[in-house]
């Protein structure tokens, strides 16, 4: 056999056919990820039910985090724009560049915020129990998956600054920037909502 790309067991496979293998190869490696940062989350509910969580008034404030939140929303909505937009490479640069912008953005504020809870709080492991495990615990996981997917914009904004087509490059990013959104939202709604 051939270790060509562009041939498969059963014969020649088409560009497009290996394109949607690589999309849906994304999408099974955001599920795995998805499931064990849901499996984390889980755990965490069934030590909120069972009393071992901080009362809401403890906790600390909400708004550095939302920032965090909004700051990927907002780059999911210009990663829809840029991706409409590639058909000419030139007028996605600003998007795609954009999108980038929010994502570093989002993991230097999430990097800050648990540099002050972690210093400036003294909310240490072990010392601040589940809430503290599963607020680190959760928010490494899902930085870690923020951090791939910023990767993969990275490649493809870089092509497109180039003047290369990123199309396929945005089309296998997007579903890990809503797998992340979705589950800072989680993490969001497990640790500081009361």
């Known amino acids: 056999m051939s270790t060509d790309d562009s041939t498969g067991a059963l014969g020649p496979v088409s560009p497009q056919r290996a394109e949607a293998n690589l999309w849906f190869g994304m999408v099974l490696?955001?599920?795995?990820?998805?499931?064990?940062?849901?499996?984390?989350?889980?755990?965490?509910?069934?030590?909120?039910?069972?009393?071992?969580?901080?009362?809401?008034?403890?906790?600390?404030?909400?708004?550095?985090?939302?920032?965090?939140?909004?700051?990927?929303?907002?780059?999911?909505?210009l990663l829809h724009v840029a991706l409409r937009r590639l058909v000419s490479p030139r007028r996605a640069r600003g998007w795609l560049s954009g999108a980038v912008v929010a994502g570093a953005g989002f993991l230097v504020t999430q990097a800050a915020w648990l540099h002050v809870l972690w210093w400036?709080?003294?909310?240490?492991?072990p010392d601040g129990g589940v809430f503290a495990s599963v607020l680190y615990g959760l928010s490494v996981v899902q930085a870690a998956h923020a951090a791939v997917?910023?990767?993969?914009?990275?490649?493809?904004?870089?092509?497109?600054?180039?003047?290369?087509?990123?199309?396929?490059?945005?089309?296998?990013?997007?579903?890990?920037?809503?797998?992340?959104?979705?589950?800072?939202?989680?993490?969001?709604?497990?640790?500081?909502?009361?």
């Open 149 to 194: 997917v910023l990767g993969g914009l990275l490649r493809a904004t870089l092509r497109a600054l180039r003047g290369l087509d990123a199309r396929a490059g945005v089309r296998r990013v997007l579903p890990g920037w809503w797998c992340t959104t979705v589950m800072y939202g989680v993490l969001f709604a497990v640790v500081y909502l009361p």
């Open 120 to 125: 400036h709080r003294e909310l240490r492991i």
């Open 29 to 77: 490696a955001h599920a795995a990820a998805a499931m064990l940062f849901c499996a984390v989350a889980f755990a965490a509910d069934f030590y909120r039910m069972r009393g071992f969580w901080p009362p809401a008034s403890a906790l600390p404030g909400r708004l550095v985090p939302a920032l965090a939140g909004v700051s990927l929303i907002v780059g999911g909505v």
